[in-house]
C-alpha cells in the first residue's frame, strides 16, 4: 500500500473487533485513511480504534436494520466511504439439521445480506466521484462447498457471485471490487463456530497476511486473490472435472 493514494481516505472495515478486520484496520490508518471500525464486542472494538486512531461503532450485523443505521452513521460523520471492507463473518460446523431456524438467519444475514446492505449504502457516492474500493472477504468454502457447513458455504458463494455481478455492473465507472478467497485463517472464527479446525491442510496464515493479501489486490485493481495462491487448483478441477473432484472431496473430505 502507498500512503499517498490512501491518505484522507474514508475506510469502513466490518467485523474489525479481532482477526482480518482489525489487522485491516491497523494497515489503512497507518497510511492515512480515516478508519471506522465496527463488530459486535465493543472492549476489542475500541481497543483497535485507539491503535488506529479510528472511530468505533459497535453493531451486530445480524440485525439487517443495524447495516442501514450503521452506514448512514458514517455518512453523516465523514459524508463519504471510499473503502468498504466487509469482513464480519460468522461461521457454523455441524450437520444442517443440528441448526435452528434463527442460526441459519443469523449466519445469512451476517455473510451476505449485511456487505450488500452497506455497498448499497456506500456505492452511489462511490459512482458519483468516479473512484472507489470495495473488499469482500469471501471464503474457499463458497468455492467448493464443505462437508457439514453448507448454510456457512452457501452463503460464501452468495457473497462471491455477488462480488462477480457488481463487478460486472460497475465496470468502467472507476469503482474497484475485490474478494479475498482465503483457505483457513489463525483467527477466532472456528473457536465462535463450534468446532476447532482439525485438517492437516490447508494450514492456518496469519490474519495479517490475508489483510495485507487483500488490500494489495485491491489497490491493485484486481478481481480476487487466493491465500494461499495453491487454491486455485481445485477450483479449477471442481469447474473442469467435477465427477474426479466429487470423488477427491468425497475421500479426503
Known sequence: MTAGRLSGAVAL?????????AAAAGRLAAVGARVFVTGRDPDRLAEVAGRTAGTALAYDLTRPDRAAELAARVLSAAGRIDILV???GQGWAGPLVGMTDAEIVDL???NLTAPMLLTRAALPGML????GHLGFVGSIAGRLGVREEAAYSAAKAGLGVFAESLRQEVAGRGVVVTELVPGVVATRFFDR?????QRRSPRPVP????ADV?????LAGRDEAYLPGWLRLPVALRGALPRA???LAGRYG
Open 207 to 210: 490474519a495479517e497476511r490475508a
Open 13 to 21: 472495515v466490518t467485523g474489525a473487533s479481532s482477526g482480518i478486520g
Open 108 to 110: 445469512v444475514t451476517v
Open 86 to 88: 466487509n469482513n464480519a
Open 245 to 247: 473432484y466429487r470423488a
Open 128 to 131: 458519483s466521484r468516479g473512484r
Open 214 to 218: 487483500l488490500l494489495a489486490a485491491l
Open 193 to 197: 463456530r463450534g468446532r476447532p479446525y
